[in-house]
Nanobody, 114 residues
């Protein structure tokens, strides 16, 4: 499976962005999918996770501000990000719940700054 992330950009604090992740493969709908991010000088971290059954899990730092969703017919995963903060600045990636080396896409840069 390959992932192509998009939708990042420069936004002011308090603003919103919607990220998209296009996944190849016809079995996307049966997978748990997740968004991750990596800030400069930090390790990649899990941001949000969505099971095939619709259960979600969010990092404490984004709860109440971010919403993960999917559109199985389009093999696409989304991340709606509201009330963005400077500390949300990072490269955002999508992947499965246990990513393997070489499976990461190029990511999409999100920069929150005034």
């Amino acid at each position: 499976v390959q992932f192509v992330e998009s939708g990042g950009g420069l936004v002011q604090p308090g603003g919103s962005l919607r990220l998209s992740c296009a996944a190849s493969g016809s079995i996307f709908s049966i997978y748990t999918m997740a968004w991750y991010r990596q800030a400069p000088g930090k390790q990649r971290e899990l941001v949000a996770l969505l099971t095939s059954g619709g259960m979600t899990n969010y990092a404490d730092s984004v709860k109440g501000r971010f919403t993960i969703s999917r559109e199985n017919a389009k093999n696409t995963l989304y991340l709606q990000m509201n009330s963005l903060k400077p500390e949300d600045t990072a490269v955002y990636y999508c992947n499965g719940p246990t990513p393997v080396p070489g499976s990461w896409g190029q990511g999409t840069q999100v920069t929150v700054s005034s």
